[in-house]
Structure formats: C-alpha cells, structure tokens
Nanobody, 117 residues
Framework: QVQLVESGGGLVQPGGSLRLSCAAS????????MAWYRQAPGKQRELVAS???????NYRDSVKGRFTISRDNAKSTVYLQMNSLTFEDTAVYYC???????????WGRGAQVTVSS
C-alpha cells in the first residue's frame, strides 16, 4: 500500500525559508519520477517542481531560482527547499509521482505552508 507522508510545513515570514520532506513507502521509489504540487485556498492544485529518476529537476516559472527539489533514493524521500518565500507561496504542498495518475488518485495529507507577516 502506497503511503506518502509530507512534513516540514509551517508559518514563515515573507523572505523566509522552509524545507519540506516527503517519505514514501509501498512503492519502488527509485523507479519513479517524483513531484511536488500545491493547492492554495480557492485554487486548483498546481505542479511546483518535479525530479527525474536520475535527479534532473524541473520547476514552474514562479519558483525558479527560489525552490530546489531533490531526492534521496536510499531513504525513499523527496525534498523541497523553499527560499525567499512570498505570500503567493501559501498553500498545502503535496508530493506525488509524476504523473500523479500513477497512484490512481492517492494523495497524502500534505504540508501546510503559510507565509504571513
């Protein structure tokens, strides 16, 4: 049974940093491209960043230069380092496979990130 557990969210001031982690179990982690999505209140879930099996990253334009996605296949964990956070980054952040359809609709609980002064 697949399980994805996100952690590391919290409340941060504009310009601050957070590091999200996502521990995966129940799947052969190293065989999957992974991704972080986010969903802000009243908005659709959107792709933030993805990372290939070999570690090549891709980012949405609004987070390029501020966010870094990485993975540790030995720990079955994917990370999202978020720097220079802005109000627009406030959302619940989810990790999943890329594409998410591979998990047949499963999503973890997510990690709440709130940027507020």
């Amino acid at each position: 049974q697949v399980q994805l557990v996100e952690s590391g969210g919290g409340l941060v001031q504009p310009g601050g940093s957070l590091r999200l982690s996502c521990a995966a179990s129940g799947l052969l982690f190293r065989s999957y491209e992974m991704a972080w999505y986010r969903q802000a209140p009243g908005k659709q879930r959107e792709l933030v960043a993805s990372i290939s099996r070999s570690g090549n990253p891709n980012y949405r334009d609004s987070v390029k230069g501020r966010f870094t996605i990485s993975r540790d296949n030995a720990k079955s964990t994917v990370y999202l380092q978020m720097n220079s956070l802005t109000f627009e980054d406030t959302a619940v952040y989810y990790c999943t496979t890329s594409p998410p359809d591979l998990l047949a609709g499963y999503w973890g609980r997510g990690a709440q990130v709130t940027v507020s002064s």
